[in-house]
């Protein structure tokens, strides 16, 4: 059955998140939660469509939805099977088009929008198969998943050879890590209790409900001044005692010395790593700190733009974990390539989440990883956020500090109609009586 | 007198070079040279405005005109006062926007706006002074220059001391240099050769017609296929004989293996610098590269995002020649701590021009960085292409292959009201009847 683009329609949905500060951070104290989202609408007779976004935080949204549109020529009016038999060039069409890559290449607002709809993409080729993206993937060979990735500019630190060789390593023992998964999900920790915006009696007392629930790691955002940083460690060590993992999360706040100086401020509270220390763009500056601030470890990640400062990042051993976003990369494919890279060189993927729809992606491709690329689950775990998932068909499940893995067709992040006529900006009702 | 910005105004102007293959390269076989143009508006009875672009190549620019517009409030009812008396303050307020960095951070469209405004503002400054740019930079103290600068994220590699170090041995001597320029200008080399869609006759009779116009330095556009590569450089080196210089550009399409392959392959006919050898988010790369073919030199930047992506190129001498584009990093403010960041570590900054009104605005940057900063002319050149200056109320000026120092107040980019008319996408009279 030929189903072919017919197409592309994109929404501006905003969560006034900024209202109770949930989500806020050092650099970002005010976020509205937002998603550039699209759906691909098709000519199936069953109506499949594909639904993807990419997250944002409020203003700016609309930027996103621009370059979605800009994008969405390259997809209307063809057939979903030419673009499934031959992945890396159709990624290649978008991220190369010939234009289009001038206002990027392949980072900021061009490539969140790509993120949108190259995940939209997977999600209709998923809805078609009958699975979930991670089955999906986990059904396809090391040959279709390398067929998938552009290594234009990582030929020197990954070959598709070399991929290939990862994938078919772990091709045999496919089957156990998936019965695992279906059983017992894949382990997460949580940042609802430490986002900076909350008082102290607040970030004491939901550490003790996070305990009750079941968590055993915890993150905790820092960098607003070194005196709230070192009160604020020293109630969440005191909740959460001496053995569970205390994460740290600097939101890009300091310069690469200033880093530097304020983790050896926190080292007696021993968190596990300092994530986002300085810029994302700053490989040399990740690894001067990974080298300073030893035991602590460096993750980062989520504002990384793309497979190329990735790659960066693992040949300068700047990052410990890696940090993955599904939307700020260009979607599945890349991903795929950072996958790659990531277990070439021996560092965990840790993946972003939290914002919207983030966790109900990430956790495909967590369990992908898990069961097709890492084969390992230590030092390995997903970041969890609890708001807004009641805006989703298929919102995430968690069950004693693990994401189940989910089995209806499809990425899931397909939003409710509701949602997306009551959050539209700036027309929605939330806005209009804002 | 205080002056208050009332209003921002963007436009979508494109010109249909694509017609003609004049700018086309390896990347971008079709470009159709655009601008998002912004005009500030103001209350100052002389009917003072602020002009500022950035360069786009057609599709897409409409979504740098939607960042633009998200990027105006930021300015609309401010003094100009305000913003002049803290500059780095004013600059941070743009790309630390706590809902709209998420879109970046500093990267991409949000950056190619924030040039295009933070431009319009220093045109408007500059005005008001009733000086070019230059001069406005040139008659400023080394403290207020420095004061113009946000350092976030640079001072591992350049302090404020170290920067106002910089521009204080300079400035006694700052009179001789602004009179050399004043009488001689800066020196120029040119692209309009060699570009890439041009016919081996074409490229053959307009190297001729350059060195008839007094041209002593060449670049070529390479990266199609070897043998075609092979086959042009030839025929350039045989026109421009051994002694004049010649420059390759890749325009990013080569992975690290191959530029380095494809470098060794063209180093008979004695290239001086290989320019983008792959991307422009590849500072280990360009390092690796810059190694292996010794004594070619690398050059980037004309897509090197930020002053963080500059700042690594520089500690990791990936590159030789520092190519910075007056709109693709956000501004004068930004321009200025790369220069000083260049001069820290000894390199010659040969800014990235052609396209629409870069030529117009690097002028200036040369100028200004040779009488403050560099106070050296050697191994310096500034990039210049021939078309679409008509549409500039002060077009560059060329003699003797050097540009002419501007004089007229602002920052030379503003345009015709008949090219913003006919040139509009997708209303003008050039779009209707395509």
Same mark, same amino acid.
Request: charged share 20%; hydrophobic share 45%; net charge negative.
């Given at each position: 059955?030929?189903? @072919?683009?017919?197409?592309?329609? /994109? !929404? ?20 509205? !939660? ?17 639904? =993807? ?41 978008? /991220?190369?088009?010939?234009? %289009? ?5 392949? *980072? ?27 089955? %999906? ?5 090391? #040959? +279709? ?19 290939? &060789? ?17 059983? *017992?999900? $894949?382990?997460?920790?949580? @940042?609802?209790? &430490? ?25 905790? *955002?820092? &960098?607003?001044?070194? +005196? ?16 569970? *993992? ?53 993750? /980062? ?28 990369? =260009? ?14 060189? =021996? ?35 997903? #970041? $969890? ?21 989910? %089995?209806?067709? =499809? ?11 009551? !959050? ?11």
């Amino acid at each position: 059955m030929t189903i @072919t683009i017919t197409n592309l329609v /994109t !929404y501006d949905v905003r969560f006034p998140t900024s209202r109770t500060f949930a989500g806020s951070d050092a650099m970002h104290p005010d976020p509205d !939660y937002s998603a550039a989202y699209v759906i691909l609408q098709t000519d199936s007779p069953q109506g499949l469509e594909g639904y =993807g976004l990419t997250f944002t935080i409020g203003r700016g949204t609309e930027v996103c939805v621009a370059a979605i549109r800009a994008l969405a020529p390259l997809l209307i009016g063809r057939t979903l099977e030419s673009i499934t038999t031959n992945m890396a060039a159709f990624w290649r069409s978008l /991220t190369s088009e010939s234009q %289009l890559r001038w206002i990027g290449p392949e *980072k900021g607002v061009i490539h969140l929008a790509t993120a949108a709809v190259v995940n939209a993409l997977w999600d209709l080729y998923a809805r078609v198969e009958g699975k979930s993206v991670w089955k %999906l993937l986990v059904d396809m060979s090391p #040959e +279709q998943l390398v067929a998938c990735i552009d290594f234009r500019y990582i030929t020197d630190a990954l070959t598709p050879e070399e991929a290939l &060789g990862i994938l078919q390593r772990n091709v045999a023992t496919r089957v156990q890590r998936e019965a695992e998964m279906l059983q *017992k999900g $894949y382990p997460a920790y949580t @940042t609802s209790a &430490g986002w900076l915006g909350y008082s102290d009696e607040r970030l004491r007392s939901l550490c003790r409900e996070a305990i009750a629930r079941g968590w055993t790691q915890f993150k905790l *955002k820092v &960098g607003a001044s070194l +005196q709230d940083d070192l009160r604020r460690i020293q109630i969440m060590r005191e909740e959460i005692g001496p053995d569970r *993992k205390l994460m740290v999360d600097a939101n890009q706040v300091w310069d690469v010395n200033e880093a530097i100086a304020h983790m050896q401020a926190l080292a007696p509270y021993h968190p596990w790593w300092i994530e986002e220390p300085t810029s994302p763009d700053d490989v040399l500056g990740h690894a001067t700190i990974a080298r300073a601030i030893a035991p602590i470890k460096v993750a /980062t990640g989520e504002h990384v733009q793309n497979r190329v400062i990735f790659k960066q990042l693992f040949q300068a051993n700047a990052m410990h974990f890696c940090q993955i976003d599904a939307c700020r990369v =260009g979607g599945v494919n890349e991903i795929l390539a950072i996958l790659l890279m990531a277990a070439k060189f =021996g560092v965990p993927v840790c993946p972003h989440a939290g914002g919207v729809g983030l966790c109900e992606y990430v956790q495909h491709l967590s369990i992908f990883d898990y069961i097709c690329v890492s084969a390992s689950l230590e030092d390995r775990m997903l #970041e $969890y956020s609890a708001h807004l998932h009641e805006h989703f068909f298929d919102p995430v499940v968690i069950e004693d500090g693990h994401y189940k893995a989910p %089995l209806a067709p =499809g990425y899931s992040v397909k939003m409710l109609p509701e949602t997306l006529k009551a !959050y539209a900006f700036p027309d929605g009702e939330i806005w209009r009586q804002a």
